[in-house]
């Protein structure tokens, strides 16, 4: 998901905290598909919560402070 489709959906009605957990469930899945291959199953980082939050809430912010 990227920021524009966060933005999107943020001014469509969602709240931070439901396109947090999109974005989280939607990232990890992305890993897990790269982590699929023996060559790099060491690759990536699972995100938390708190941290797919943290990236929602940051692009709301650039994009409110560009308005």
């Given at each position: 998901?990227?920021?524009?489709?966060?933005?999107?959906?943020?001014?469509?009605?969602?709240?931070?905290?439901?396109?947090?957990?999109?974005?989280?469930?939607?990232?990890?899945?992305?890993?897990?598909?790269?982590?699929?291959?023996?060559?790099?199953?060491?690759?990536?980082?699972f995100?938390?919560?708190?941290?797919?939050?943290?990236?929602?809430?940051?692009?709301?912010?650039?994009?409110?402070?560009r308005?």
């Amino acid at each position: 998901m990227n920021e524009k489709e966060i933005i999107e959906k943020w001014t469509s009605g969602l709240s931070k905290e439901q396109l947090a957990k999109i974005y989280k469930r939607q990232y990890n899945q992305s890993i897990r598909i790269i982590r699929s291959e023996v060559r790099n199953r060491h690759s990536g980082r699972f995100i938390t919560s708190y941290q797919a939050l943290r990236y929602v809430e940051q692009t709301i912010y650039r994009y409110l402070k560009r308005k």
